[in-house]
């Protein structure tokens, strides 16, 4: 199966599992060890990630980290063959057990890209939670995606991802009680600023790429820059006034709307993205 055909990644991908960090670093490390096409028994074998006949986490957790752009993987006769991507090896080599919170932030922003292979995860923070805002139901988000996929969904994942420790749950994004949600934005840190950078600058890249100064609406509606993290426009100028204190961006504020020219490449960013950890 090649990365085209992942495009259609169907909504229940998950099974019944969320993405645990300690997984996505065992899928790491076995694409980092060159092997050649395993079967999910034998990556079982491998990784220690249980996986049985009819399900388990082997097959999820291969699809989570190449929605999360750390691999790509072939898939030829119902076995595997990964490979990691230049950022998957910049974050086995920076954080190889994942503890950082700046990694946890980095592979929920990949995951929610309003280009991402995880369809699910990139309708909610694109489309469903900028509508509703803070609170919501689970009936609410079950009807919402029923109209938008004319399909049921196994939202456990989704809830655990969120909820747990051993997913993205110390990022804080989302809580949940009695069915009941509450999102909470992400707040601005400034050891984070070159994941802030490079989640923007590299869909820059890829929508905008003959283009060197945009204007914030570009930033806003075509790029959809902020939604992963929840923000504002107040937040997203508050970010922008950071990159362009270390030089990554110049803003142009006498202008309405005000314009943004591009200093640096998506690439300078990601080679950077742990450099402002102390």
Not at 107 to 121: E, R
Not at 151 to 176: E, H, M, Q, W
């Amino acid at each position: 199966m090649s990365n085209l055909e992942l495009k259609v990644y169907h909504l229940n991908f998950h099974q019944s599992f969320a993405p645990e960090t300690e997984s996505i670093n065992r899928i790491l490390s076995l694409a980092n060890s060159n092997v050649d096409f395993l079967t999910k028994e034998e990556i079982s074998e491998q990784t220690s990630i249980p996986t049985g006949k009819s399900s388990g986490k082997v097959e999820p957790h291969i699809y989570y980290a190449a929605a999360m752009k750390l691999i790509t993987f072939e898939k030829v006769s119902g076995k595997y063959k990964c490979e990691l991507t230049i950022l998957g090896k910049l974050v086995l080599l920076e954080d190889p057990y994942m503890v950082e919170n700046l990694s946890k932030l980095l592979l929920h922003t990949m995951l929610v890209d309003s280009h991402s292979l995880a369809s699910l995860w990139s309708y909610l923070f694109n489309e469903f939670i900028p509508k509703v805002m803070n609170n919501f139901n689970n009936d609410q988000i079950q009807n919402a995606i029923e109209r938008k996929f004319e399909a049921n969904v196994n939202l456990t994942p989704f809830r655990t991802c969120y909820t747990s420790d051993l997913s993205l749950g110390s990022l804080g994004l989302i809580k949940i009680e009695d069915k009941e949600y509450s999102v909470n934005p992400h707040k601005l840190k400034r050891e984070n600023l070159y994941v802030y950078a490079f989640a923007l600058l590299s869909k820059w890249e890829e929508l905008l790429p003959d283009q060197t100064e945009i204007t914030i609406d570009d930033i806003l509606n075509t790029l959809n820059f902020g939604k992963a993290f929840i923000w504002d426009e107040k937040q997203i100028r508050d970010v922008l006034d950071l990159m362009q204190d270390i030089g990554l961006v110049k803003l142009n504020a006498q202008l309405s709307p005000i314009t943004i020219i591009k200093n640096q490449s998506a690439e300078h960013c990601m080679k950077n993205l742990y450099s402002l950890l102390i």
